[in-house]
């Protein structure tokens, strides 16, 4: 009741306002997103490959289902187990990955990781998962930046889980180039080597649980997998917020 009363209180004298369509928040919001930004976020529905979590086009969907690999996948399976995504990359989601990540609005990371909490619980097999392990940025790159996305990410889906968030277990020993111009080979080569264990300890033996914001081709967080796995880590999936089609 408290937290209500206070919200109230600081409405009236702070009018909020949605950091992307910048309209007041209203009813059916989900702070600081509005309840229209906050619905428009585009859930990803199965079916999906059962490895990478590439969503399957629709005129493949009627042949193919839940548990299938995706063409990709077949020819050559990733690093990690399996990975999910709770929405589609694009439009709002979009939006809202660029305003916290380029913005600075970091409380956008607040319904981002709701999100990935509530969708990713039926997708993730979460009584299994030991440990959370957000992809680490370098720190020249979090420095700039003031903070790492990831690391908020999975802090918000450890207080909703239980789970333990570990923002030490990997570091980005080399920067690395911008992913954004590069295509699926020059992205591998691109972050071959930059991630080192520091706490192989945690991991060891146990089901761990990347968190990133964007999975597009697979390529850092298979290399982040690779690292834990050679550390002893006994299944690595991966979890993100968009997946890009």
Do not use: I
Request: glycine letters at 8%; proline letters at 7%; aromatic letters at 6%.
């Amino acid at each position: 009741m408290w937290q209500e009363w206070a919200t109230t209180a600081l409405d009236l004298f702070f009018p909020p306002f949605c950091p992307l369509c910048h309209l007041r928040l209203g009813e059916r919001r989900r702070d600081p997103l509005c309840g229209s930004c906050w619905e428009g976020l585009e859930r990803l529905l199965p079916p999906y490959c059962e490895s990478c979590g590439r969503p399957f086009p629709r005129f493949e969907r009627g042949g193919s289902r839940e548990g299938s690999p995706c063409e990709a996948c077949r020819r050559s399976r990733p690093r990690f187990t399996y990975a999910r995504a709770a929405t589609l990359y694009g439009g709002r989601v979009r939006e809202a990955l660029h305003v916290l990540k380029f913005g600075g609005k970091t409380a956008v990371a607040q319904p981002l990781g709701d999100l990935l909490a509530e969708v990713g619980s039926s997708m993730v097999p979460v009584n299994d998962v030991h440990c959370l392990v957000p992809v680490p940025l370098h720190p020249s790159r979090e420095a700039e930046r003031g903070f790492n996305q990831s690391v908020l990410l999975a802090r918000r889906v450890s207080r909703r889980w239980g789970v333990p968030a570990e923002a030490k277990v990997l570091r980005r020993q080399r920067a690395t180039r911008p992913q954004t111009d590069l295509d699926a080979a020059e992205r591998r080569a691109n972050v071959k080597g930059a991630f080192e264990l520091r706490r192989s300890h945690v991991v060891e033996g146990r089901h761990v649980l990347l968190v990133d914001d964007v999975l597009t081709t697979g390529a850092t967080a298979g290399e982040c997998a690779r690292v834990l796995l050679n550390g002893g880590a006994a299944t690595v999936g991966v979890l993100t917020v968009a997946r890009v089609p």
